[in-house]
């Protein structure tokens, strides 16, 4: 069965300091696809990255980064030199239910980063 | 900005009332998605549909039906709302198995 685990539930950084979410799942798929969402204080939902199952290269955008590996059924992200508006929920979400591709979401990890 | 349009907004109602919550689009996506999203769970899916009236049950469907009579509308309803459902429900849509977008949300509250 699929399985999202964001044990940090909580996280307060002061600005500038870089900030890792880890998150952790279970599927017993071969193909599937890791998501990450934004949620910030205003609600909506803002996608960030989709990484298939096959592709386990590291992406790097701007200040955020995604480190895949599969060794470990792992998909943390990293935020360099936080800022205050990276405040927000992040969620992690898995897809292995093809091809309607219902998610399953982790519990989120509340990012508070303070000036 | 995806397209796509939860009505009402906000909506606070009595138990043992039916509720139901529209999601609109006019990206003319084949998927959508309703979740429910709830402190230390995350988002849950409740229904998904894949067609025109062809639907299927999420991981939290017990108490809701969906409808989709329209590529562009599809819609949950609570057919006697319990306080257990007082939560915030996205609508997502996707165009295959791809990158979902949702909604702005809808706060329900039942009291």
């Known amino acids: 069965a699929q399985k999202v685990t964001q044990a940090q539930t909580e996280i307060s950084v002061v600005e500038k300091e870089d900030v890792t979410l880890d998150c952790v799942y279970e599927t017993r798929d071969t193909t599937y696809y890791l998501f990450w969402y934004k949620q910030p204080p205003s609600g909506e939902l803002v996608f960030l990255i989709r990484?298939?199952?096959?592709?386990?290269q590291n992406e790097i955008s701007g200040r955020y980064s995604w480190n895949f590996q599969k060794s470990t059924s792992s998909f943390n992200f990293t935020i360099t030199a936080s800022q205050v508006v990276d405040s927000a929920v992040y969620f992690c979400a898995l897809s292995d239910h093809f091809p309607h591709n219902d998610m399953r979401f982790g519990a989120g990890t509340r990012l508070t980063v303070k000036p | 900005d995806a397209g796509i349009t939860q009505s009402p907004r906000h909506k606070v109602t009595e138990t043992g009332t039916p509720v139901t919550l529209r999601c609109h689009q006019t990206e003319n996506h084949r998927y959508m998605y309703w979740y429910r999203q709830d402190p230390g769970h995350g988002l849950r899916l409740i229904h998904y549909s894949y067609g025109v009236k062809d639907t299927d049950k999420g991981e939290v469907s017990d108490g809701y039906s969906v409808s989709r009579s329209k590529t562009e509308d599809f819609l949950l309803t609570l057919e006697s709302a319990t306080s257990s459902q007082t939560s915030v429900y996205f609508c997502?849509?996707?165009?295959?198995?791809?990158?979902?977008?949702f909604g702005a949300g809808t706060r329900l509250s039942v009291l």
């Open positions: 997502a849509i996707s165009r295959t198995s791809d990158i979902q977008y």
């Open positions: 990484r298939n199952s096959f592709d386990e």
